[in-house]
């Protein structure tokens, strides 16, 4: 289980050098799936969305703060947790056919605010 990138799948403003690395380690998971895939090594992402975090709380503004709850139909920002409960499936047998794969855990949020 690797930690991946919303950043690292589509465009995003201001975000050119993080958005291509995080572009990278999205491919690399994928291509470590495909080569370990017949030892029956599953490898996979997390793409978090909006995670209520120190880092987050860093990079908001009062207004971005606000807008927030309008871009996920669950009107709230992740919490780790949430982050967590879906690395955790991942590891279930019940997702043994899930490898190289990126799992976006947004809320079904979108990055981009502006």
């Known amino acids: ?3 991946a990138s919303m950043a690292g799948n589509d465009k995003n403003k201001r975000m050119a ?6 572009a990278a380690a ?8 495909f ?4 030892k029956n090594i599953r490898v996979n992402g997390i793409a978090p969305g909006a995670t209520r975090t120190d880092a987050l709380g860093s990079m908001l503004n ?3 703060e606000e807008r927030m709850p309008a871009h996920t ?9 949430d982050m967590a409960n879906a690395a955790l499936f991942l590891c279930f047998p ?5 490898n190289g794969q990126i799992v976006t855990v947004s809320g079904g ?3 981009e605010l502006d």
């Open 94 to 98: 019940a997702a043994s056919w899930i």
């Open 109 to 111: 949020g979108v990055q």
């Open 73 to 81: 139909p669950i009107r709230r920002p992740g919490e780790p947790q």
């Open 35 to 38: 080569d370990l895939g017949f």
């Open 1 to 3: 289980m690797h930690s």
């Open 62 to 64: 009062d207004d971005i």
């Open 26 to 33: 999205n491919h690399l998971i994928r291509n470590i799936a």
């Open 17 to 22: 050098s993080c958005g291509s690395s995080k």
